[in-house]
């Protein structure tokens, strides 16, 4: 009891963002940062009195630290920025792996997983040119043909990917990793932000579990899971019925309509068709230069009308909850709702 005890408060504190000593303070003075530490550490057990303040302070049912430990996510790539604080990160992480124990056990209560499988068939990357074939292997293994991809996080939740829209901080992207051994791939994403650079973010990490770096030398795997996304989201042979195969010059008329069109960045675009020798290193260097000029960075012209939700857990508890598998109660704490508040959003029509 001890030792699941700690690490489910571990996990709490994480998830809520809290240092040992801001957790005592909130929980009052039943309990100090000290004894804190000794319950995390397995040393000493908390009395019920401790059990009720600390569950109210992390705003979790007393049961929580009772569950089993939580699912293990193996292989974390983290994209962030630097300013991005250790706590954030850790509170990110805790959330993605108590969002993934969850959706699991929801899985199992409707014996509904589905079985993940690599679409990629040879996926050591060394170039280029093995981006472009996997990026390939993928839109026909999953019937994509050479069109835009409008609901990508629909996609990848109905080929067996976890996919947890996580409210952080603006320097978090993305992160990805493993679940049970490699049998589920997980993605987690800032819930809100910009529609274009979410989507790019989803396909860069799709690199990350989908490829395999391991003989890249001069080559940063950051660099080529970027040049994924935009092989992914943008096909060579569009970029050449748009583009031309070769070109000095390109419009900003051009560039917004092919980003409309695919929800891919302007400024993604361009690197794609640096990429495939559409245009030459010296125009890419000059397109930097004009985007910085014109302060592109935060805020480039053009717009991708579209919608990127993860629908299939609430989807999962919601259909347990209307078949009565699961309690209104069981189904509000899987989706971090409070029972009035499940109730209230919950209309049952037949």
């Keep these: 009891m001890i030792n699941n005890f700690g690490e489910r408060l571990i996990s709490a504190r994480k998830i809520a963002g809290m240092s040992m000593e801001a957790l005592a303070q909130k929980a009052g003075a039943i309990v100090s940062k000290q004894a804190i530490s000794k319950y995390e550490k397995g040393k000493i057990n908390p009395s019920s009195e401790v059990l009720?303040?600390?569950?109210?302070?992390?705003?979790?049912?007393?049961?929580?630290?009772?569950?089993?430990?939580?699912?293990?996510?193996?292989?974390i790539e983290f994209r962030k920025r630097s300013r991005?604080?250790?706590?954030?990160?850790?509170?990110?992480?805790?959330?993605?792996?108590?969002?993934?124990?969850?959706?699991?056990?929801?899985?199992?209560?409707?014996?509904?997983?589905?079985?993940?499988?690599?679409p990629v068939t040879h996926n050591r990357i060394q170039s280029h040119a093995d981006i472009e074939q996997a990026a390939s292997e993928i839109r026909e293994k999953w019937n994509l043909g050479n069109g835009p991809v409008p609901h990508l996080i629909e996609l990848l939740e109905d080929n067996g990917f976890k996919i947890f829209e996580v409210d952080a901080d603006q320097n978090f992207d993305g992160l990805s990793?493993?679940?049970?051994?490699?049998?589920?791939?997980?993605?987690?994403?800032?819930?809100?932000?910009?529609?274009?650079?979410?989507?790019?973010?989803?396909?860069?990490?799709l690199g990350h579990l989908l490829l395999d770096f391991s003989d890249v030398k001069d080559k940063s795997?950051?660099?080529?899971?970027?040049?994924?996304?935009?092989?992914?989201?943008?096909?060579?042979?569009?970029?050449?019925?748009?583009?031309?195969?070769?070109?000095?010059?390109?419009?900003?008329?051009e560039l917004?309509?092919?980003?409309?069109?695919?929800?891919?960045?302007?400024?993604?675009?361009?690197?794609?068709?640096?990429?495939?020798?559409?245009?030459?290193?010296?125009?890419?260097?000059?397109?930097?230069?004009?985007?910085?000029?014109?302060?592109?960075?935060?805020?480039?012209?053009?717009?991708y009308v579209g919608r990127e939700k993860a629908n299939r857990f609430k989807q999962?508890?919601?259909?347990?909850?209307?078949?009565?598998i699961i309690s209104f109660s069981k189904a509000a704490e899987f989706l971090n709702r409070s029972l009035e508040e499940f109730e209230k959003e919950v209309q049952i029509v037949s």
């Design 84 to 118: 991005l604080s250790k706590k954030e990160e850790d509170r990110i992480k805790y959330q993605t792996i108590d969002f993934i124990q969850k959706y699991i056990e929801a899985e199992e209560i409707l014996n509904a997983r589905p079985n993940f499988k690599n």
């Design 177 to 205: 990793g493993f679940a049970e051994g490699m049998a589920i791939p997980v993605i987690a994403v800032l819930k809100n932000q910009n529609l274009v650079r979410k989507r790019f973010t989803i396909a860069h990490e």
């Design 52 to 75: 009720i303040a600390l569950s109210n302070a992390l705003n979790v049912k007393v049961d929580y630290f009772f569950r089993s430990s939580q699912v293990a996510i193996a292989g």
């Design 221 to 253: 795997p950051e660099k080529l899971c970027h040049a994924f996304a935009g092989a992914l989201l943008l096909p060579k042979e569009v970029m050449e019925e748009e583009l031309g195969q070769k070109r000095n010059k390109i419009t900003e008329w």
């Design 316 to 324: 999962l508890v919601l259909h347990a909850a209307a078949e009565q």
């Design 256 to 303: 917004k309509k092919i980003k409309g069109i695919y929800g891919i960045s302007i400024q993604a675009i361009m690197a794609r068709a640096c990429h495939l020798n559409i245009i030459s290193e010296y125009t890419y260097r000059q397109f930097n230069i004009y985007v910085n000029k014109k302060g592109w960075r935060t805020s480039e012209p053009g717009s």
